[in-house]
């Protein structure tokens, strides 16, 4: 009579081993999922910022100028750049300031104003080079 006491223990002990084990699994995939949230969200939120910075950008006023030419928005800390290119057209950047995601937009330069063209947001620099991809420091604050 004590054999079936012992075996249903030990199935009862084997249940919450199993439990445990399966809360354990369960708790570390919530923890990485609660990880992969929180850089979703927070690449959701420098993709917007990046994305106002670009439509600001777009407001401003650009003199002609050769090289890439900045100006920071401080409210939100935002960062346009400009780069004219041989063509007659423009590259326009944005980003906030915090963040190292950037966009970029084609545009059309006309008296002092920039018109985004048709199709010509991006979100990589489409410039052969890599390093013509990067304002200059210290080109900021026009």
Same mark, same amino acid.
């Given at each position: 009579?004590?054999?079936?006491?012992?075996?249903?223990?030990?199935?009862?002990?084997?249940?919450?081993?199993?439990g445990s084990l399966t809360l354990h699994a369960t708790r570390t995939?919530?923890?990485?999922?609660?990880?992969?949230?929180?850089?979703?969200?927070?690449?959701?939120?420098?993709?917007?910022?990046?994305?106002?910075?670009?439509?600001? =950008?777009?407001?401003?006023?650009? $003199?002609?100028?050769?090289?890439?030419? #900045? !100006?920071? %928005?401080?409210?939100?800390?935002? &960062?346009?750049?400009?780069?004219?290119?041989?063509?007659?057209?423009?590259?326009?950047?944005?980003?906030?300031?915090?963040?190292?995601?950037?966009?970029?937009?084609?545009?059309?330069?006309?008296?002092?104003?920039?018109?985004?063209?048709?199709? =010509?947001?991006?979100?990589?620099? $489409?410039?052969?080079?890599?390093?013509? #991809? !990067?304002? %200059?420091?210290?080109?900021?604050? &026009?």
């Open positions: 009579m004590s054999q079936y006491g012992n075996s249903t223990l030990g199935m009862v002990l084997m249940l919450l081993l199993l995939q919530l923890s990485q999922g609660m990880v992969l949230v929180a850089d979703t969200q927070q690449y959701h939120q420098d993709f917007a910022q990046a994305q106002a910075a670009l439509q600001w =950008g777009l407001m401003q006023s650009w $003199p002609a100028a050769s090289g890439w030419q #900045c !100006q920071q %928005q401080s409210l939100h800390q935002w &960062l346009s750049c400009l780069l004219y290119t041989e063509e007659g057209n423009a590259l326009l950047s944005g980003q906030d300031e915090k963040s190292e995601l950037r966009l970029w937009q084609w545009v059309s330069p006309r008296s002092h104003r920039l018109h985004p063209q048709a199709h =010509g947001w991006i979100d990589y620099c $489409p410039l052969s080079k890599p390093e013509h #991809c !990067q304002p %200059q420091e210290g080109s900021a604050g &026009l």
